[in-house]
């Protein structure tokens, strides 16, 4: 049975900081492509940053400079941190698991809320 679940959600004000953890069980998440996607009411899910290894790393060009993805092999955890968050970062966040060797698996987290508002 795999399971990615998510924590660190929550109310933030405009320019402050928050961690976003997913831990998996279940699976090797180093074997996997781990992402962070995140989606707002009324828009797409869109990805927000990917990881396999330090020096693979994706964001979207909103978050760069801002957020920054990580992985802890020995914990099985990926990690998001986020600094200086504005308005527009409020949405559900979700953690992702992907890969393509002999077919294609992917898991989702269930997602988290993460509104950013004075």
């Known amino acids: 049975q795999v399971q990615l679940v998510e924590s660190g959600g929550g109310l933030v004000q405009p320019g402050g900081s928050l961690r976003l953890s997913c831990a998996a069980s279940?699976?090797?998440?180093?074997?996997?492509?781990a992402g962070w996607y995140r989606q707002a009411p009324g828009k797409q899910r869109e990805l927000v940053a990917s990881?396999?290894?330090?020096?693979?790393?994706k964001y979207a060009d909103s978050v760069k400079g801002r957020f920054t993805i990580s992985r802890d092999n020995t914990k099985n955890t990926v990690d998001l941190q986020m600094n200086r968050l504005n308005p527009e970062d409020t949405a559900v966040y979700y953690c992702?698991?992907?890969?393509?060797?002999?077919?294609?698996?992917?898991?989702w987290g269930q997602g988290i809320q993460v509104t950013v508002s004075s």
């Open positions: 990881i396999f290894t330090s020096t693979t790393l």
């Open positions: 279940g699976m090797m998440f180093s074997l996997y492509t």
């Open positions: 992702n698991a992907y890969r393509d060797t002999l077919r294609k698996v992917e898991y």
